[in-house]
Every structure is written in structure tokens, then in C-alpha cells.
């Protein structure tokens, strides 16, 4: 069966620097992934989707890319700020399952001042 | 122009009850889905509901059912409650399956 993985529960870093978070999944690619963030006690709130034809999307600070061949997607967020921190979790979606999005557990990030 | 709301906010059973939770998709959506998150998990795909009907289910067993009404709102229904049911019960919406989900910020059901 299809897993993700997202390489760290928990990651740190200082205001200002570039937070890069790691999705890893397993078998055959998905039709698109996708990135949201999740506040505590909140919903995740949808931030980027990028489809297995695309190499990188942006939007603001955030930068996603997606390389089938190591069968992985980055995350950027440049010019972290403390507003930043936050649960952001990774969901890959598979031809045919259409709807069906699988999440990663997440990478809770830290941005200190 | 509301988005997902989902009702109530905190739910507390016990063993063996059964629970029905509400969802009210965001203005415009008409495919519904619901997703189970246990503490320090991601969310884990339930079902999902479109033209009122069930379209994907994930492997949820059948005490798990659901249902959409002709305004796209949704229920999220849970027979002979277990304690690892416990969780926050997400529903999101979106205009098609393949578009960016809306998520509302979910029931906190906890079973004694």
C-alpha cells in the first residue's frame, strides 16, 4: 500500500532563515500532492498543490517542488517568521481515488525569534 | 462567506453509544469528505459524499456511515462507540474531488 513519510516530527529554526520540510512517499506516483498548514485545536488550512507534471509551484514565501524521481516533495518557506510555526502536513492524492488524499503526519515547526 | 462548519465542537460518550456528527460545506461546495486524526497523527480518509451518495470509502469498518442532504450538507455517523474512536472528526469540502480541500476545524469526540 501506498505510504508517506515526512522526514521529521519536529523541526527548529531561527527568524529569518529557510525552513525546508521533506515528503517521501512510497511505490508509484501520485496524480498531485498537496501541503496545508494545521494550527493547534484548527483544521488544516490548504496552502499548495502541485501535479506530477509540475517541478515546483510558489506562492509568496513558500516554494513547493515535486521530483518523481526521488520520489519526494519539498517544502520552502523563506524568510521565516514566529507566525510560521505551526503543524504542516503533506497529502498525496492517486488517479482514481479521486478525493481520496492521504496525509503525512506532519512536521510541527518552530521558528524562535 | 462561511466556510466548513461543523457541529458541536466537543462530544463525550462512552463505550457502546452511538454519535452523529454535522458538517455544513463551504458555500458553492458540493463533495464532502471526512477524515478521522488521532492525536499526533495525520487526518485518516473516512469517506467521501457527492451527489449524495458515498463515492470512496477508506478502511474504516461499517459502524462508520454517512450521509449527504440535497443542500450538500453532511453526518458522520458512528455506531457501538470503541474507545480508540476517540479523535478529531474533520470534514472538508471541495467544488470537485480533485480541487484543494476546505477544512473545518473539526469535533473532538471522546469516549469514556
Known amino acids: 500500500s501506498q505510504k508517506i513519510e515526512q522526514n521529521s516530527e519536529a523541526l527548529n529554526i531561527q527568524e529569518g532563515k529557510t525552513a525546508t520540510l521533506t515528503c517521501n512517499y512510497t511505490?508509484?506516483?501520485?496524480?498531485?500532492l498537496q501541503w496545508y498548514r494545521q494550527d493547534p485545536g484548527r483544521g488544516p488550512v490548504f496552502l499548495l498543490l502541485?501535479?506530477?507534471?509540475?517541478k515546483e509551484k510558489r506562492k509568496e514565501r513558500l516554494k513547493v517542488t515535486f521530483d518523481t524521481t526521488l520520489k519526494q516533495s519539498l517544502f520552502h518557506i523563506t524568510a521565516s517568521q514566529p507566525a510560521d510555526s505551526a503543524t504542516y502536513l503533506c497529502?498525496?492524492?492517486?488517479?482514481?481515488?479521486?478525493?481520496?488524499?492521504?496525509f503525512g503526519k506532519g512536521t510541527k515547526l518552530s521558528v524562535k525569534p | 462567506d462561511a466556510g466548513v462548519t461543523q457541529s458541536p465542537t466537543h462530544l463525550i460518550k462512552t463505550r457502546g453509544q452511538q454519535v452523529t456528527l454535522r458538517c455544513s460545506p463551504k458555500?458553492?461546495?458540493?463533495?464532502v469528505s471526512w477524515y478521522q486524526q488521532a492525536l499526533g497523527q495525520g487526518p485518516q480518509f473516512i469517506f467521501q459524499?457527492?451527489?449524495?451518495?458515498?463515492?470512496q470509502r477508506g478502511n474504516f469498518p461499517d459502524r462508520f456511515s454517512g450521509h449527504q442532504f440535497p443542500n450538500y450538507s453532511s453526518e458522520l455517523n458512528v455506531n457501538a462507540l470503541l474507545l480508540g474512536d476517540s479523535a478529531l472528526y474533520l470534514c472538508?469540502?471541495?467544488?470537485?474531488?480533485?480541487?484543494?480541500?476546505?477544512f473545518g476545524d473539526g469535533t473532538r469526540l471522546s469516549i469514556l
Open positions: 497529502a498525496f492524492n492517486y488517479g482514481g481515488s479521486q478525493g481520496n488524499l492521504i
Open positions: 511505490n508509484y506516483s501520485p496524480a498531485y
Open positions: 502541485i501535479r506530477e507534471n509540475e
Open positions: 458555500s458553492g461546495h458540493d463533495t
Open positions: 459524499y457527492y451527489e449524495e451518495e458515498e463515492r
Open positions: 472538508a469540502s471541495s467544488l470537485r474531488f480533485d480541487q484543494p480541500q476546505h
